[in-house]
DNA sequence: GTCTATATTGCGATAGAC
DNA sequence: GTCTATCGCAATATAGAC
């Protein structure tokens, strides 16, 4: 038997609901109702609503810049096996946190005013680490020279993170043999890089 | 000055309203303060809230179906062109509706009874004609043999469609020097169609 | 730290006048 | 077809007992 204080046991049913349905639209009865607890725990625990969903956004981020710190300090590694190495990476975390892509993707497209920044600095990031990687790679003769690195990032990104958003409505019409994230990045990469690559 | 009926009015000013802050966050007193017309109309003219937001569905949906089914009329197009014809035409409807992305995002993530069946629909289609034209390339010998059809089609849909999701913060702290955004899927369209050829 | 009870606000919907 | 006025309800937050 795990024992969790009333704050993990809010943030966790927190984490679900917030994700599966929107800030919006989930009420702090709905969320104290499922935890078992009373109403008031909410505001007496993170001074209402909004400082749960706080509480809830800063845990679902911190392994992001984590990782990318960890692919930036592979110095020695080529443009291509930094690039492999964040794909997998990617993986990892999304198979740790299964509901990150949803409050970033939420909060991307309908930010709030606590978490938009947050989620700003944190892909701002990401981009600059894939734009510059991109870039050495065509200095260093390996990608394609006319490549754009903004549009290529972009292709990336929305390469490696888009199944994990949309994961759920896909489930529904494609059979997914095997439920392993890290197979589908390695695919998608695999497309990716060979598509990039001046010669294969 | 051109006539618009409160019908036309509303739908418009909803359209921005849901697209941009999600359906329960948008109230209906909003929506109507936005429309310069009174509360009680969104009730008269779509019977509530609900069935406003059914109409902006129904209407930002319309041409997804319609691009689909003139796409698979080319039968003489190789698969090749009948996909590259397909990216040309998703960057013509996300030109045509710039808020498309945003409703099948959200109701991807978190579908509302009405709407989630209705995209479901949609994007079955959309992944079964991808499929099928991927197997077709690959049986052609145009394709690489060990692709995995359903991951190479969902990396297709996310590589194409992320952009357009994203756009509101990678334009934050990406400059795109050129908003057009048939050069951002023909770009991104290159590196995949690379990235899947055989040979090149 | 957790509860009950309640204050307050804002929601969607509608009856009825015009 | 559009308005005002209002109903009924559910939201978040909190005061105060335990």
């Known amino acids: 038997m795990i024992k969790t204080t009333t704050q993990e046991n809010l943030i966790e049913i927190a ?3 917030f994700a599966t349905k929107g800030f919006a639209a989930v009420s702090v009865r709905e969320l104290t109702d499922a935890a078992h607890i009373n109403v ?3 505001s007496y625990h993170f001074n209402g609503k909004e400082g749960l969903y706080q509480a809830v956004l800063k845990e679902q981020l911190a392994p992001i810049l984590k990782a990318l710190q960890f692919v930036k300090s592979k110095h020695t590694l080529s443009p291509i ?3 492999t190495l964040y794909a997998d990476q990617i993986a990892r975390i999304h198979n740790q946190r299964p509901f990150l892509a949803r409050f970033i993707n939420s909060e991307s497209i309908t930010p709030t005013s606590f978490g938009g920044p947050v989620i700003e600095t944190h892909l701002s990031q990401v981009y600059q680490f894939i734009q510059a990687t991109l870039q050495e790679g065509i200095d260093h003769g390996e990608f394609q020279a006319d490549l754009d690195v903004n ?3 972009i292709s990336l990104v929305g390469s490696l993170n888009f199944y994990f958003i949309a994961k759920p409505l896909i489930q529904k019409f494609i059979r997914l043999t095997n439920d392993d ?4 990045t390695a695919h998608a990469f695999r497309i990716y890089l060979h598509g990039i690559l001046t010669q294969v």
């Open 81 to 83: 096996d930094r690039l």
């Open 151 to 153: 549009y290529a990032a």
């Open 15 to 17: 984490t679900q609901l």
């Open 181 to 184: 994230n890290a197979e589908y």
């Open 40 to 42: 008031s725990a909410i």
